[in-house]
C-alpha cells in the first residue's frame, strides 16, 4: 500500500482521496485502511504542496546547532511562514521532527534530497538555487566530510589491525 501511496503522492504533488480511494480500489481493501496508513506516515501529505517541500528539522541535535536559525532564514528567503506554502507555489515550509541526521546538525530535507551542516547563510543559497530551478549538491554544506563522517575527520578505525593473538595472555 505504501508504494502505491508514494506513487500517487509523486503525480499529484500531494495525495488527494481520489488517490486514496484508487489505491483502496487497486489493493481491493477498505478505503479506511488506505485512510489510516496515509494518516499515520507523515511523509504523506494531504494537501497541495508547493514545488520544494522544505523540511525543518527542529528535534534536540538540531536545535542545539541553532534550527532555529535556519527557520528564519528559509521563512525569509521565501516568503513564506511554517505551514504554508508561498504565494508563487513553489515553497511549502514544515518543521519535523528527526530527519536521522543528527551528527550533521542542523539539516533540512527538501522533497527526496537532505542537506546538512548548514548555517543560514548556506540555507539560504540553497533556497536562492531551487528558486532559479537548480538542484544544490545535497549533503554536508560546510564541510568536507561525506555523510556522518566525524567533522574533525575519522577518530577510529583509522590504523591497520594488530596481529592475530594480540592482547591475549602469553602463558595461553
Wanted: charged share 20%; with cysteine.
Amino acid at each position: 500500500m505504501i508504494p502505491l501511496l508514494d506513487l500517487a503522492q509523486r503525480q499529484h504533488g500531494w495525495l488527494p482521496i481520489s488517490a486514496m480511494h484508487k489505491v483502496a480500489e487497486i489493493l481491493n481493501v477498505p478505503r479506511m485502511r488506505v485512510y489510516e496508513v496515509a494518516t499515520f506516515y507523515t511523509m504523506f501529505n494531504r494537501r497541495p504542496m508547493g514545488k520544494y517541500h522544505v523540511q525543518i528539522c527542529t528535534c534536540t541535535p538540531c536545535w542545539l546547532r541553532d534550527s532555529d536559525s535556519i527557520v528564519e532564514a528559509v521563512t525569509k528567503a521565501t516568503n513564506c511562514k511554517v505551514g504554508e506554502m508561498s504565494e508563487d507555489k513553489l515553497f511549502t515550509i514544515s518543521e519535523v521532527e528527526c530527519l536521522g541526521a543528527c551528527a550533521n546538525a542542523p539539516m533540512f530535507q527538501v522533497n527526496d534530497d537532505y542537506y546538512e551542516d548548514l548555517t543560514p547563510e548556506s540555507a539560504t543559497t540553497i533556497i536562492n538555487a531551487l528558486k532559479k530551478g537548480e538542484r544544490p549538491p545535497p549533503g554536508p554544506q560546510n564541510s568536507p566530510r561525506f555523510a556522518a563522517d566525524p567533522a574533525g575527520g575519522l577518530t577510529s578505525l583509522t590504523s591497520p589491525p594488530p596481529e592475530p593473538g594480540f592482547g591475549v595472555r602469553s602463558d595461553l
